[in-house]
């Protein structure tokens, strides 16, 4: 199952990540992708509240951090990874990547393409694009049973 949708301004883009954040019910592994300013880091600002992050939480790129994780509401955590600076799959190791997998987190990956040559694979696949007015066209991508649930609740 498939989406697209178009966003004028940065609250719609916010508004998008939160309703997928309400429509979570347990782990979820997403990939965003697209160019720089496109929106991915203010997708999640969105989905972070969806998601029942604490306002108290500053939601920022964890562009040199490389992951930034978040405690949220229904027993899960958020977990933010920004790879664009990561030399080698070997390094997820370090950061203990398969083991956040396996607990009830929401991992969302922005710059996954490390992760989608090895193998790792996703529930669901958000592409961030600019239209011709520079607007913001999100497709999704859902794969396998647990991102199609999410997807279908979310456009429900
Ligand atoms: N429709 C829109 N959706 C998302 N961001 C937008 C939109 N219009 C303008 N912006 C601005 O573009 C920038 C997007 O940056 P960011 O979310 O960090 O992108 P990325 O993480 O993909 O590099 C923000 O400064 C935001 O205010
Ligand atoms: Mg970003």
């Not at 719609?12 to 997403?30: E, I, K, M, W």
């Not at 396996?102 to 922005?110: H, R």
Request: aromatic share 10%.
């Amino acid at each position: 199952m498939n989406q697209q949708v178009i966003t004028r301004t940065d609250e719609q883009t916010r508004d998008l990540g939160q309703r997928l954040g309400q429509a979570v019910t347990g782990p979820l592994a997403l990939a965003l992708t697209g160019d720089l300013g496109c929106g991915k880091t203010t997708f999640v600002k969105g989905l972070a509240q969806g998601l029942g992050v604490s306002e108290g939480f500053h939601i920022t790129s964890p562009t040199f951090t490389i992951i930034n994780e978040y405690p949220a509401d229904k027993g899960l955590r958020l977990c933010h990874l920004d790879l664009y600076r990561l030399g080698s799959v070997e390094e997820l190791a370090c950061i203990g990547y398969e083991d956040m997998l396996e607990t009830d987190a929401v991992v969302v990956v922005e710059w996954p393409d490390l992760l989608k040559e090895d193998r790792f694979s996703f529930d669901m696949e958000l592409a961030f694009a600019y239209d011709a007015d520079y607007n913001r066209v999100i497709s999704f991508f859902a794969y396998g049973q647990t991102g199609t649930n999410v997807l279908s609740k979310m456009f429900s």
